[in-house]
């Protein structure tokens, strides 16, 4: 306790200078404590002394407004609650917990559906979201397996055009060499020509006027020849029925 008093007011000449009442309550109801008695029971003086306290009237009087504190406290009234008011204030308390609870349940319930109403939306909305993007890639797949086909048939028609221009080649290349080849046979045979006609004796060639001559002489043979006598004329046809030669005057006479 001393060591309490010296922490509390420290070591001063004159008690009137340091004690408080707060601390000095505390230490009384401390010394009251260690020794098993009443604050009533406590003697001032001994407080002093195991307190290491001058005592002076200062301390006197604040302890004597501890004891009476304490007395007090001591001395209120116990009033005595009935059994069935008792009884009656906890069923009102129970009756309050059950309606402060079922309001907390209900509460708890309102925030907890419009989670799950939030958490359901967000799901529809996410589900939604994926079977718009599995719709999409369904229809990126079709396109890129139709595109794929088109390229196969091009690829296809690419290699047809291709043979075909090969063997549109080859064919031009062999008419490129038959056509050469002709164009030397025909220098060849123009050449034996020329040759050949220089060769020819010219008495074998009959000339121009001599030929014509024999060619009139041919169409004289062959064609009907008109004489005339006097007044008469033969034709080179035989009459129908005498078979001779019809006149100009038979003629007449028809």
């Known amino acids: 306790m001393a060591r309490l008093a010296e922490s509390e007011f420290g070591i001063m000449k004159k008690?009137?200078?340091w004690v408080?009442?707060?601390?000095?309550?505390?230490?009384?109801?401390?010394?009251?404590?260690?020794r098993g008695c009443t604050p009533a029971e406590l003697i001032p003086y001994d407080a002093a002394k195991a307190l290491e306290i001058e005592p002076s009237g200062e301390f006197y009087r604040k302890v004597r407004d501890w004891k009476q504190r304490r007395a007090a406290e001591c001395d209120a009234p116990v009033m005595e609650?009935?059994?069935?008011?008792q009884a009656e204030f906890r069923k009102t308390v129970d009756r309050f917990t059950d309606d402060a609870m079922n309001s907390f349940i209900h509460a708890v319930r309102l925030i907890g559906g419009d989670f799950n109403r939030t958490a359901m939306l967000r799901v529809a909305d996410a589900e939604r979201r994926a079977e718009d993007a599995r719709a999409e890639a369904d229809g990126l797949l079709d396109h890129w397996a139709a595109a794929e086909a088109e390229r196969d048939a091009a690829q296809i028609r690419v290699a047809e055009l291709v043979h075909a221009l090969?063997?549109?080649q080859r064919h031009e290349e062999a008419l490129i060499?038959?056509?050469e080849e002709r164009d030397a046979l025909l220098r060849t045979v123009k050449l034996m020509t020329v040759d050949t006609a220089a060769t020819v004796i010219p008495d074998e060639v009959p000339s121009q006027s001599t030929a014509s001559e024999k060619d009139g002489a041919e169409v004289a043979s062959t064609d009907p020849v008109d004489r005339r006598q006097g007044d008469r004329v033969e034709m080179?046809?035989?009459?129908r029925t005498g078979g001779e030669h019809a006149t100009d005057g038979d003629l007449d006479e028809d």
């Open 166 to 168: 090969a063997d549109a």
């Open 15 to 17: 008690s009137s200078d």
């Open 81 to 85: 609650v009935p059994p069935h008011v």
């Open 177 to 179: 060499v038959r056509l």
């Open 20 to 34: 408080r009442q707060p601390g000095l309550d505390k230490m009384l109801d401390q010394l009251v404590e260690e």
């Open 236 to 239: 080179p046809f035989a009459d």
